[in-house]
């Protein structure tokens, strides 16, 4: 995570919520979380004296990641996740993971050269010819598609499966899927309009 990142989250976001040793990193980029949540095995307590006792949320157990314990304990329209993809393949697996876990909580990773979420029932987007289009299913699931060159109709996705890595978008897209097990991967330059569509897509899969 880097401030430009962060910056381009929070201009969409009303509030920043550091995971952990998050809370540092947002603090020597000028920025003060309104809450951090994790077990505090990172963040440093001069990051802690910097907010407020009633807005430390800590969480002892560790089955799960800080960016599980944060995500689980936001309640948002959507949550931008910032610093859960790149730096380490098993942190971001787990990043991944738990998107398809919590297909409730409607959240979008930001990373270097894309972003990433868990595809709710029907999505479209109006994308620009010739973006790349990834899926990647967490699970077994079907979906049909308009606007890919590769249509997935018909397909069986499953991670030791089909893949759909590397489709292009002829134009804006509609996809829609059996079960909330894909994710979609888009260039970053499809953020902006990336967080508008899920903001405006009324539908998310059921707990």
Same mark, same amino acid.
Not at 186 to 194: E, K, S, V
């Given at each position: 995570m880097d401030k430009t990142d962060l910056s381009l989250a929070l201009g969409h976001a009303t509030t920043l919520v550091a995971a952990d040793?998050?809370?540092d990193r947002a603090l020597s980029f000028g920025f003060t979380p309104q809450a951090v949540i994790g077990d505090f095995d990172s963040v440093t307590e001069d990051a802690l004296e910097q907010i407020a006792p009633e807005n430390q949320h800590r969480i002892a157990e560790q089955d799960s990641t800080d960016f599980e314990k944060a995500l689980r304990a936001i309640d948002a329209p959507l949550v931008i996740g910032v610093g859960f993809t790149g730096a380490r393949v098993d942190h971001q697996l787990a990043a991944f993971n738990t998107l398809s876990r919590f297909p409730e909580k409607r959240c979008l990773l930001l990373g #270097?050269?894309?972003v990433v979420f868990l595809c709710p029932p029907s999505?479209?987007?109006a994308l620009t010819k010739g973006s790349t289009v990834s899926l990647f299913a967490m699970g077994a699931v079907e979906g049909i598609s308009d606007g890919l060159e590769w249509p997935i109709r018909g397909l069986h996705f499953a991670p030791d499966g089909?893949?759909?890595t590397s489709n292009i978008a002829s134009g804006p897209i509609e996809l829609a899927f059996t079960a909330p097990k894909m994710l979609v991967m888009?260039?970053?330059?499809?953020?902006?309009? #990336?967080v508008e569509a899920l903001l405006n897509t009324p539908s998310r899969w059921a707990t």
């Open positions: 040793g998050g809370a #270097t050269h894309e999505f479209r987007l089909q893949s759909g888009l260039p970053r330059a499809a953020f902006d309009i #990336t």
